[in-house]
């Protein structure tokens, strides 16, 4: 079974086991139910058979991340990632307290039979990269006489993924399908957003609701108005390696790519601008015959397409140092003052290293690793986000420094590593409760979330001798 369907299949699975799972700035207007929830077989709220016989989403209450849930006649329990069907075939969001960086506490055999293989974890509750045993061979094999070519830029802005938002329309053909729970899931839902400490918060929660009406809206980027009160790019999508000539990262893809896809990158020695008089560098020759696979997390409208040299297009790589590019929520996210040398904002470190008071444009690979490992600690050495040096050490390390490098391509299956990384532990469903924040630098690792009680048009609760004929929530 591909590794994809296996994390499906498991999110699906109502509970039976527990779950290690997990370029441009874009502001999607808010979402409402008639807008996202085209398909009548998935319902926007819990059935009234699934909860009390209200139809309500559940009391006002708060979400705590690293408290235990508890199961009460009003509520369903809902981890962040996992998912429980409900009578009308969509998730129900408990208003009970969840934890989205550990597993439910399995009930059943079958998953009780499986606690002797659980994974180690890493200290923001994924599986270490060792744990996920031997990478597929399909990684590292060789596609040079067949697959087209393309190249790598660079870049981290540190805003909120384009992935990260939900779909605005039926035209939005990138981001995950909203038509129902299934598709949504089966799209692997939204990528991962967190906030200024590298905590991971929702993607989207309700909006600003009133007793008359509700919708949804997505946590605001950090690379809009709200700065360090907005969301960024969680710090461990940076490039990871798995071995010598194995590593994983992520990537803005061209305006019609999807997110969530996957492929497998095999670099051929060369450069995108390279010709007679340009020949390729030592830092380039250095990387042919290793092997990245990407996922996309990002759409960057500025991506090129292909061209009849490099047909297969252009991946911007996301790795830290690599450019802040035109939108920058790197330099809030790392405080290091307006004069901070982040290098060029397309192009970042090694731009900065290709110029002739550096290493110049004809340097030798030692002195391209070591301007850019320089520049990486004086950024990040004391930042106190340990994922954001170690990606930037790899730019150098693994991947040569290299600059434009050119690759042969195929789509492959992702491996569970990038998904586990990329996919949302807390909005695994397209319904929930949560409160709205405008301010999302106070929030902490295990602070609780606000919830609200929100109702379906028709199913309000009686006030006063009367029914609200609305959707709505209790709202004060």
Known sequence: MIMKKILLSSILAAGACAMFNACSDDSPSPLTPSVAASSSSVDWFVSSSSVDGSGDLGS??????????????????????????SSNGGPSQSSS??????????????????SSNEPQLDASGFPTLESYGPPSAEYTKDISATAKRGWNTRYWDACKPHCSWLRESANDV????????????????????????????????????????????????ACGDEKEKGVFTCTDMAPIAVNDTLAYAYVAGTGDSKCGKCYHLQYDGHFKDEFENNPPKATHKALKGKHLVVMASNIGHDVAGGNANLPAGQFDLMVPGGGVGAFDALSTQVNKGSDFNWGAGFGGFLTECQK???????????????????????????????????????????????????????EVECPQYLIDHYMTRYN?????????????????????????????????PPENGWQNPSAGCDVK
Request: hydrophobic residues 30%; charged residues 15%.
């Open 60 to 85: 006002s209450s708060s979400v705590a991340p690293g408290s235990s849930a508890s199961n009460s006649s009003s509520s369903v329990v809902v981890p962040p990632n996992s998912a429980t069907s």
């Open 97 to 114: 307290s969840v934890n989205p960086t550990s597993s439910a506490n399995p009930t059943s055999s079958a998953a009780e039979s499986s």
């Open 356 to 410: 002739n008071t550096n290493c110049g444009t004809e340097g030798s690979l030692e002195c391209y690793q070591t301007c850019v490992k320089d520049m990486c600690d004086a950024a990040f050495g004391n930042a106190g986000l340990p994922n954001l040096l170690r990606g930037c050490h790899w730019f150098a390390d693994w991947y040569m420094a290299a600059d434009n490098p050119t690759y042969y391509i195929e």
């Open 428 to 460: 695994t469903s397209l319904e929930n409760n949560f409160k709205k924040v405008t301010d999302w630098s106070t929030f902490k690792e295990g602070d609780v979330l606000d919830t609200l009680h929100c109702w379906k048009a028709g199913e309000a």
């Open 174 to 221: 990138t981001r995950a399908d909203t038509s129902s729970n299934e598709a949504y899931l089966a799209d692997l839902a939204t990528a991962r957003n967190c906030n200024i400490h590298d905590v991971e918060v929702p993607t989207f929660t309700l909006g600003n609701v009133t007793k008359s009406w509700f919708g949804y809206e997505g946590t605001r980027s």
